[in-house]
Nanobody
C-alpha cells in the first residue's frame, strides 16, 4: 500500500487548510485511517483517526473543534480539514493506515508526510 499526502504549505495563524492522502496498491475501504504529525525536534504524535466506515472518529484534545478527519472510500482518499490553525500546528503531517477497521490496532503503513508551516 502506498499513501501519498498532499495539501501542505505555508499558512498564517487562523487560516484553513485541507490535507489529502491518496491510497493505492491495496484495500483502503476496510481499514481505519489516521493522521499523525511531527513538530520540529519532537516525536511523531497522533492527531486524528477515522474508522473504516466513518462511523467513529477520534481527535487529540488540542485539535478538537478545529480539525475534521474524513474519508471517501470511493476515491481511496483520506482528508484532514484544518481550521483556525495555530503556531503549534506546525509540523510534518503523516497519513497512516491501521491493520484493522477500527483505530485501536497498530499502524501497517505510513505516508511520506507533508509539511505544514503556520506563521504569525
Amino acid at each position: 500500500v502506498q499513501l501519498v499526502e498532499s495539501g501542505g504549505g505555508l499558512v498564517q495563524v487562523g487560516d484553513s487548510l485541507r490535507l489529502s492522502c491518496a491510497a493505492s496498491g491495496g484495500r483502503f475501504d476496510v481499514y481505519a485511517m489516521a493522521w499523525f504529525r511531527q513538530a520540529p525536534g519532537k516525536e511523531r504524535k497522533f492527531v486524528a483517526a477515522v474508522s473504516w466506515n466513518s462511523a467513529e472518529t477520534n481527535y487529540t484534545d488540542s485539535v478538537k473543534g478545529r480539525f475534521t478527519i474524513s474519508r471517501d472510500n470511493a476515491k481511496n482518499t483520506l482528508y484532514l480539514q484544518m481550521s483556525s490553525v495555530k503556531l503549534e500546528d506546525t509540523g510534518i503531517y503523516y497519513c497512516a493506515q491501521y491493520h484493522i477497521g477500527a483505530f485501536h490496532g497498530s499502524i501497517s503503513y505510513w505516508g511520506q508526510g507533508t509539511q505544514v508551516t503556520v506563521s504569525s
